[in-house]
């Protein structure tokens, strides 16, 4: 769908302690883009994500995914067409075991039996994961864990994916296989994280949080070689364009 | 504290257990549970002095534990394990019941004690039973089989649900007992004024992690139904193990076998 | 307090079995249709939560002994008593199945126990109604008190008449109550305690889940009367039909029922008869605890209740004891085969 734009108009949240999380956001993205969403702890990012896949609705402003404004009516859709992929694998996957985690969106879809076998099973090729379909998810180790909470999502086919931290608590080989995984997809991505070296292998583009607000929106490479935007936000530069200890450059 | 790592363990070893392959674990899950039911009601049929009787029954236990290739020590810990409360009770048995029951050659024995025995007999086989049944079987197809047997899907879902996330919140209970014990001067047991607060605290965190669970499943289309989707294959060698054991347990019920088999060996019948 | 199957007959294990299958059936229906979509989660981890809890031993000062959580009141106080009850049954069926806490036959009866009780009267018609005059400490600590306690003194009586009834054990029913209840008073007081101190946390922490507790339609002004007679039909009927297939060896329970129907019983006489009196003061159901007294001469009625119990054929003679020798080694010797052959075969197959 090459019309499928997300687009947000001056979103304001605030929780029900009425602490505001999101302060007037405003952004658009196109199809198959990939955006990160970067900011210090409690800018906003893990609930503007949630505002995004329709858990939160925002107390003032609009949200809309493709042709669809995300209200009461539409969260069907919109459940179908945004996967969100939370921060602890272990509350994404509940069921007794791998095949029926995966398994769980399509046949909330009403999908028949052999359709939804093959889903699965193409979810899990997908992210590398086919060998442990029968394993209980307690069994598996963090980066196993993760790989098939992606897989839960892309069963659904949707067309949109977002992430919250999907390579915090990974050891380096289970990380680099994410990020080369989020690298094949052709979704639209939306991913919030600290790891901006993954941002930077993933992202073309980033947008800034800070207080709830839009501070910065653009390229990848801008934002980090703006200071000023990276030190309002509390944030440094991604390791890999920090000085080089052994040539001091 | 110890109580929980110790159990901890016996839940995954249980666990793996049943992931294994063998004969019994390949026979249909309804079938296991429909025996080992059967079994421990025909065991707890017998009447209260029964000890010979009962002997013949063991049969069931030793050709699963055989062909399932179980080890034993696992279960011979958890029986002893559990007897102690069961002795507690029986032991008054022998106590209160002094009548003579029976005289063995020169030895008189009171029915208490013949009582008493046969508890700890019964006992034995029905635990043994009942562990022998998720060592071969698992929870999952347990529940698979409870469902086959018509019992609600709430419930059914509800034990699953308990079972996958108990691994979770033990891990979480001993962390946070290891991180308090770290820190107290006693070494059993978490006082008494600290214990609301820390299972308060676990309390709480339970009960943000099953929102953020339902906002996971509202995401993935929940719609109040879960769903799951199993089959197993009933085979002509499942009813053939359900039919034998059944005819072998009323056979054993109806005849003392073992006294009769003595009889003939001490060359009661000419 | 987890019933083991040693002691339990299976006409006591059936009947209880009926019940809890009709009350799962009941709160099943209940709670799919009315529970909020949110609560099946929460009911898992909860659960699993109070699973755990369970295994945290806290000491009791001033006794130097330990104890821990029973847990159904804290359930009942956060689920309603529907979701409640069926989350007590599925983790004494997993402490069944796993850990062998309990028997599969005497599931019925622990389930009952330890779930109908606390959820379905202690909660209701105790706390509830203690707590409906407004929530804070005070009323808190004295609801989940006064419900713990009598929802463990039920409970406990409950396991009283089913190993009673079931006649396997020899201890005499105002005895085995006597043993019983004061013990579980005191676990009844802890249990009251331990619910109140978590309780008052999350008012205090989070006052918001308490006051939004799903109970249905208040079942404290429901009636539990019909609830209660549509139980006891059903287990009576139960029973009946079951023993009429029980084995034929007249256990505790159909001999209590013959007494209880008036089958005529002659007077006893002479001193039995004294103790007659006296027993049928003290104790309720009196006729239990003679079958310990020889018999006197000429006492027919006597000679009767002795013929009637167990049958004395023990099956335990020389004859007995060398045929289950024999048994035990050809079963035994049967299944260490078994399990070496399949060993090899699995040494052949890697």
């Known amino acids: 769908m090459s019309h499928h734009i997300i687009e947000l108009k001056d979103v304001e949240y605030a929780y029900p302690d009425q602490t505001e999380a999101l302060r007037g956001i405003s952004f658009r993205i196109v199809h198959g883009e990939s955006v990160a969403i970067i900011g210090a702890n409690g800018a906003g990012k893990s609930t503007l994500l949630s505002n995004l896949a329709g858990i939160y609705t925002p107390s003032k402003g609009m949200i809309r995914i493709g042709d669809y404004p995300i209200n009461k009516q539409t969260l069907t859709h919109i459940r179908r067409s945004v996967g969100m992929v939370f921060q602890n694998p272990d509350d994404q996957l509940f069921m007794p075991t791998v095949f029926d985690d995966v398994a769980f969106g399509p046949l909330n879809l009403g999908l028949p039996p052999e359709e939804v076998k093959q889903r699965v099973m193409a979810a899990l090729e997908t992210v590398g994961a086919a060998q442990l379909v029968h394993r209980p998810p307690y069994k598996l180790s963090g980066g196993q864990k993760r790989a098939v909470a992606i897989a839960t999502v892309l069963s659904m086919l949707p067309d949109v994916l977002i992430m919250d931290e999907p390579s915090a608590g990974l050891d380096p080989f289970a990380r680099r296989q994410v990020i080369n995984l989020l690298q094949s997809f052709d979704h639209t991505r939306i991913i919030a994280t600290h790891d901006l070296d993954l941002v930077a292998d993933v992202c073309t583009r980033t947008i800034v949080l800070a207080e709830g607000q839009v501070i910065a929106d653009g390229p990848t490479l801008h934002i980090f070689n703006d200071a000023a935007v990276l030190a309002k936000s509390g944030l440094e530069k991604p390791l890999r364009m920090q000085g080089c200890p052994v040539c001091n450059s | 504290m110890n109580k929980i790592e110790h159990r901890w363990l016996e839940l995954r070893y249980f666990d793996e257990l049943a992931t294994r392959e063998s004969v019994i674990h390949t026979l249909h899950p309804t079938i296991k549970l429909l025996t080992t039911l059967v079994f421990i009601a025909i065991v707890a049929s017998f009447s209260k002095y029964e000890i010979a009787g009962l002997i013949p029954m063991f049969f069931y236990p030793f050709l699963v534990i055989g062909l399932g290739n179980i080890p034993i020590g696992m279960i011979i810990k958890r029986v002893l394990l559990t007897l102690p409360f069961v002795l507690f009770i029986g032991i008054f048995n022998p106590l209160l019941d002094q009548a003579i029951l029976v005289q063995i050659g020169p030895v008189p024995i009171s029915g208490g004690i013949v009582s008493f025995v046969s508890i700890i007999i019964r006992f034995t086989l029905s635990v043994v039973a009942a562990l022998l049944l998720i060592a071969t079987t698992g929870i999952d197809a347990i529940c698979g089989a409870l469902s086959n047997l018509g019992v609600p899907r709430v419930v059914v879902t509800q034990i699953l649900f308990v079972y996958r996330y108990l691994h979770v919140l033990i891990e979480e209970v001993m962390k946070t007992i290891r991180a308090y014990s770290l820190r107290s001067p006693q070494s059993d047991g978490v006082a008494f004024k600290a214990w609301g607060s820390l299972v308060g605290l676990l309390l709480l965190r339970a009960i ?13 289309g929940f719609d109040g139904e879960v769903r799951i989707v199993r089959s197993w294959q009933l085979s002509k060698g499942d009813i053939a193990f359900l039919l034998a054991w059944l005819s072998f347990f009323i056979i054993v019920r109806s005849i003392n076998i073992p006294e009769w088999l003595g009889t003939a060996l001490l060359g009661g019948y000419k | 307090m987890h019933m083991a199957d040693a002691l339990i007959s299976p006409t006591v294990g059936a009947i209880m079995w009926a019940t809890t299958t009709g009350i799962v059936t009941y709160s099943a229906k209940k709670v799919q249709k009315e529970l909020d979509e949110s609560k099946v989660p929460l009911m898992g981890v909860l659960g699993a939560f109070i699973f755990a809890a369970q295994m945290i031993n806290f000491s009791i000062p001033a006794t130097g002994s330990s104890g821990h959580l029973g847990g159904a009141m804290i359930l009942a106080i956060l689920l309603g008593p529907h979701a409640a009850f069926l989350t007590m049954a599925s983790i004494l069926t997993i402490q069944a199945l796993v850990f062998a806490d309990g028997g599969l036959l005497a599931l019925g009866c622990n389930i009952f126990n330890l779930g109908f009780f606390p959820c379905f009267i202690a909660y209701p018609l105790i706390y509830k109604r203690i707590v409906k005059e407004g929530v804070n400490k005070k009323s808190i600590i004295i609801g989940t008190s006064l419900a713990a306690i009598i929802g463990l003194q039920m409970g406990s009586l409950g396991v009283v008449l089913e190993t009673f009834l079931s006649g396997i054990t020899e201890l005499p029913f105002t005895a085995f109550l006597l043993l019983m209840q004061p013990v579980h008073l005191a676990i009844g007081i802890v249990e009251g305690m331990v619910t109140a101190a978590v309780i008052l946390f999350i008012l205090k922490e989070r006052p918001e889940i308490i006051h939004s507790v799903p109970g249905g339609k208040e079942l404290g002004t429901l009636s539990m009367k019909p609830v209660l007679i549509g139980l006891l039909v059903v287990a009576l009927v139960t029973g009946g039909v079951v023993s009429w297939f029980a084995s034929s060896d007249p256990d505790g329970l159909e001999w209590s029922i013959d007494k209880a129907a008036g089958k005529a019983l002659e007077t006893p006489e002479g001193i039995h008869s004294i103790l007659a009196e006296v027993q049928k003061k003290i104790a309720i159901l009196p ?64």
Not at chain 3, 298 to 308: I, L
Not at chain 3, 311 to 336: C, E, M, N
């Open chain 3, 287 to 350: 006729d239990y605890n003679f079958k310990e007294a020889k018999p006197a001469a000429g006492e027919e009625a006597k000679e009767k209740e002795v013929a009637a119990w167990p049958s004395v054929d023990s099956g335990l003679s020389v004859a007995g004891i060398v045929g289950s020798l024999f048994t035990l080694l050809v079963a035994g010797s049967i299944g260490k085969l078994l399990q070496t052959l399949n060993r090899r075969q699995q040494k052949f197959s890697n």
């Open chain 2, 208 to 220: 943000d992690r099953a929102q953020r669970i339902y906002q996971a499943m509202l995401c993935r």
